[in-house]
């Protein structure tokens, strides 16, 4: 395969966006020259609707995209992941979280051996355990009901149960679930304030059973509980439970084996919310909650294995990216659900796409030549309306942005959904239409400025517009499109890693500063910064050591 800028798309897609730069494209004016634009950028597919006609594109751009994504073997890279290869080639190991929401009798074969038997146990096991938890049969050690669950995790051992058990917090009816990831002693500490220990079950999660945050917390935690039963260890085993690879690990930690839910190391910790790593998530809505949501993640495998690449979600999402980040070098994009439920969702996109596609070497270990992973950044709407879209709409950056509307609101309360759904559309609006310098003028004018105020005041008023959006349309955030959706996102990352040619599943860029941080550890307990840092970090320890020793 050329390198990537070598390839005939590359090179046409390269000019084709010097041309609509330079032609001043308007996307508004698009829509007058061709009447059915927007109901050819339009795709639905497993109860999504994506609208990318608000973009900085036509018809030819998406042809060329496509034909950069064969150039790039995209499908070859498809077909490998599906088939169990050895795709995260620095780990040695193949990335199928697709075989964990398999919902039909299909193998998925690593290392010559179906995974699926695996995965089903542990879904049983899960699913018994889950009802214990939930109909009050497994009690804590002085035998009371378990009341709170307490997930300790970090990364994506946290960050997917967050998200999802907040998405779905409509259909809560289980315990109250609570999620711990900080070192921070503030976190853990408040978490634990109103919980009381007998009623009180701790998730361990962690793929490696090794991370710093989550073991500490882990102990802070079992110290909290073997307080409260006088330090008797036997409670340990009513009120702790692992989710883990490393399950010897586990067992040295203190919690019994058969209270470990296993997975395995060709799930990444980010596209791991649908393993056992879902358990907090099972234990707020219930196992057939928790299966429809792997149904709808399931639904989107099959979408994005079988569609061709221009009916195909994640492939156009990932293409309409790629024309972003490559070709017109805007070099973040702003995730905006309209749905309060939603409100980690950036925060867990940020972790997927980032931690996946942040890289800078080839698969091979060569420098790339070109940008990959965007900065993935955003909030709730409205709130991010009142804070962060002044720049959106008037900055000097552009920023491609994702809204994520549904039709019907969980919360149907009064016209809060309408206005909800106002906002949303009218930003996608907004953002593309603009106002011109005349038409602020005239505003003023009409609101009684004089000519020389409205004069003055006009060029603040006025959005360059043709700000690029996708509008990404649901009924209603259901733990089956919630599934989709994340699928959608997961395979949308997955294809944009493909055609930069890197390894989308390791993540060594988190090394470094873990190793820095034990080193560092050391110097803070021991009370002696070394030599070894540069001059500023060397300061900035010894004056954290000075001021700890006067308080
Ligand atoms: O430090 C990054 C990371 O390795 C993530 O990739 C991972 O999701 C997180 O830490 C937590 O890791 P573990 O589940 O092994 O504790």
Redesign the pocket.
């Known amino acids: 395969m050329p390198s990537l800028q070598q390839t005939a798309p590359w090179k046409a897609l390269t000019k084709h966006w010097q041309a609509i730069h330079h032609k001043k494209f308007q996307i508004q004016e698009m829509f007058q020259k061709d009447p059915q634009r927007s109901n050819q950028m339009r795709l639905q597919a497993v109860g999504i609707t994506l609208d990318y006609s608000k973009n900085l594109l036509t018809q030819d751009t998406i042809k060329l995209l496509i034909e950069l994504a064969h150039a790039a073997e995209l499908l070859d890279s498809l077909h490998k992941m599906y088939a169990g290869a050895c795709i995260n080639s620095t780990e040695q190991r193949a990335a199928l979280h697709i075989a964990l929401r398999n919902r039909t009798e299909r193998r998925f074969i690593v290392n010559k051996q179906d995974v699926m038997p695996r995965v089903r146990t542990v879904l049983k096991r899960m699913a018994k355990f889950v009802e214990q938890i939930r109909s009050g049969t497994w009690r804590g050690y002085s035998g009371k009901q378990i009341t709170d669950v307490v997930n300790i ?5 946290n960050l997917g149960p967050l998200m999802v058990t907040t998405a779905l917090g409509h259909y809560h009816d289980g315990p109250k679930v609570h999620f711990v990831s900080n070192i921070d002693g503030t976190h853990i500490i408040e978490t634990l304030k109103p919980l009381n220990p007998e009623t009180t079950l701790f998730i361990i ?7 710093q945050e ?1 073991l500490t917390n882990a102990c802070t935690a079992k110290d909290w509980l073997l307080k409260a039963y006088d330090n008797n260890l036997k409670a340990i085993a009513y009120h702790f439970v692992a989710i883990s690879t490393a399950t010897e690990k586990v067992a040295q930690f203190g919690i019994d084996t058969n209270h470990i839910f296993e997975f395995w190391d060709w799930v990444g ?2 596209y791991s919310l649908w393993s056992a790593i879902g358990l907090p998530i099972a234990i707020a809505i219930g196992m057939p909650r928790f299966y429809e949501l792997l149904d709808g993640a399931h639904a989107m495998d099959q979408h994005f294995e079988t569609a061709a690449f221009r009916e195909n979600l994640p492939v156009l999402m990932a293409l309409i990216g790629i024309w972003y980040t490559n070709f017109a070098g805007f070099s973040t994009q702003a995730i905006l659900p309209y749905d309060q439920y939603l409100c980690y969702l950036p925060a867990y996109l940020q ?1 997927l796409d980032m ?1 996946s596609n942040g890289k800078s070497v080839t698969k091979a270990g060569k420098p790339v030549d070109y940008a990959t992973g965007p900065v993935i950044w955003g909030a709730s709407g409205t709130d991010g309306q009142h804070a962060f879209y002044q720049l959106i709409h008037q900055g000097t950056q552009i920023i491609p942005c994702d809204f994520l509307l549904s039709v019907h609101s969980h919360n149907e309360v009064s016209d809060h959904h309408l206005k909800l759904l106002a906002n949303g559309l009218a930003q996608t609006e907004a953002l593309m239409r603009g106002r011109t310098y005349e038409e602020s003028y005239q505003e003023l004018i009409k609101q009684c400025y004089t000519p020389q105020a409205a004069a003055a005041l006009a060029p603040h008023r006025v959005f360059s517009g043709n700000r690029p959006t996708n509008t990404l349309l649901v009924d209603k955030f259901t733990p089956y499109t919630l599934g989709a959706l994340l699928a959608l996102y997961e395979h949308k990352v997955f294809v944009q890693g493909a055609i930069w040619n890197v390894n989308s599943f390791d ?1 060594w860029g ?1 090394e470094l500063g ?1 190793q820095l941080a034990g080193v560092i550890l050391k110097e803070l307990q021991s009370g002696i910064a070394s030599n070894d840092h540069d001059p500023s970090t060397h300061n900035l320890i010894q004056t954290i050591i000075q001021q700890r020793s006067q308080s």
């Open positions: 995790g970090i990364g994506g051992s999660a962690s793929k490696t059973f090794t991370t989550t910790g980010r972790q931690e993540q988190v873990k």
